[in-house]
């Protein structure tokens, strides 16, 4: 079993690569919510909130009307953040 990842190191060393690179993913999505907070959910992309409008109700970007309760909560890195 040695000897064949010894021949193969590339393909060991980007496999690892791979499970870094997911790890680093799932985990910078995860937010930890303390048992005396809320967490607001902001949609960063999406259609434009409607002139006069403070919170996003129909799926637009901004403050959306969704709170999250306190434990941990997962959200797409790319498109919400919770601060």
């Known amino acids: 079993m040695l000897n064949l990842l010894l021949d193969h190191w590339w393909t060991a060393l980007a496999l690892s690569g791979l ?6 993913t799932i985990f910078s999505g995860t937010w ?3 048992a005396n ?7 960063r992309f999406g259609p434009a909130l409607a002139s006069g409008h403070i919170i996003a109700l129909k799926g637009e970007a901004g403050y959306q009307a969704r709170l999250l309760s306190p434990g941990s ?3 797409g890195w790319c498109c919400c953040r919770s601060p």
């Open 32 to 34: 930890m919510i303390a």
């Open 19 to 24: 499970a870094l690179a997911i790890v680093i």
């Open 73 to 75: 909560a997962r959200s």
């Open 37 to 43: 907070q809320s967490g607001l959910v902001v949609k």
